[in-house]
């Protein structure tokens, strides 16, 4: 009932950016000490990674496909680890984590979100480093074939900079803007 927890991150390298559901916990976490982030499930024996090939080091946000837990989304940023830069973007698996394709294409996709009614109905959320004195994000951009296709549904947002993305019960989605709040949209 949440008046008592627990630690439950023994074995996690760097911090968790985020959970999810999908036949059992997820989690990802971001780079740390030199190293990429990763994709996680909590298995009896504790978190085993699913990413066994890191394909992304700055992890930020993570969205399973209702009815399909093999199907995962993991919002990304770029990142530079010497010697190698790791792109940004939604990267897609269908196979539980095993493999992961790059499904959309920006530097800084901050979060996604998957409409619980529809599977293959995919938002994502871009962003931008906190210090700009303009707003660079691309805002907010949606796919209704599993990640195929994207076309920008940002719209009348007042800024482009997404900080979260979900859809409520009601089947509205919501997005949370850096410092110009909470829109939604049928």
């Known amino acids: 009932d949440g008046s008592a927890w627990q630690r439950d991150d023994a074995g996690l390298t760097g911090p968790v950016s985020a959970l999810a559901w999908s036949d059992g916990l997820l989690a990802i976490t971001d780079g740390a000490k030199g190293q990429p982030?990763?994709?996680?499930?909590?298995?009896?024996?504790?978190?085993?990674?699913?990413?066994?090939?890191?394909?992304?080091?700055?992890?930020?946000?993570l969205a399973t496909a209702?009815?399909?837990?093999?199907?995962?989304?993991?919002?990304a940023r770029d990142e530079y680890?010497?010697?190698?830069?790791?792109?940004?973007?939604?990267?897609?698996?269908?196979?539980?984590?095993a493999s992961w394709k790059r499904l959309f294409t920006d530097?800084?996709?901050?979060?996604?979100?998957?409409?619980p009614r529809d599977s293959q109905h995919v938002v994502v959320g871009t962003n931008d480093h906190p210090y700009?004195?303009?707003?660079l994000g691309r805002g907010v951009h949606e796919s209704r074939d599993g990640g195929a296709t994207w076309h920008d549904i940002t719209d009348n947002l007042a800024l482009p900079n997404i900080a979260c993305l979900a859809f409520d019960a009601k089947g509205r989605m919501l997005a949370g803007t850096g410092g110009c709040s909470l829109w939604w949209r049928n």
């Open 81 to 97: 680890i010497a010697p190698t830069f790791w792109p940004g973007g939604l990267y897609g698996s269908t196979d539980g984590g």
């Open 66 to 75: 209702p009815g399909d837990p093999r199907r995962l989304y993991v919002a």
């Open 107 to 115: 530097r800084f996709v901050a979060c996604v979100a998957v409409d």
């Open 37 to 61: 982030g990763g994709v996680w499930k909590r298995a009896p024996a504790g978190w085993q990674r699913l990413d066994q090939t890191p394909f992304a080091a700055s992890l930020r946000g």
């Open 132 to 135: 700009h004195d303009e707003p």
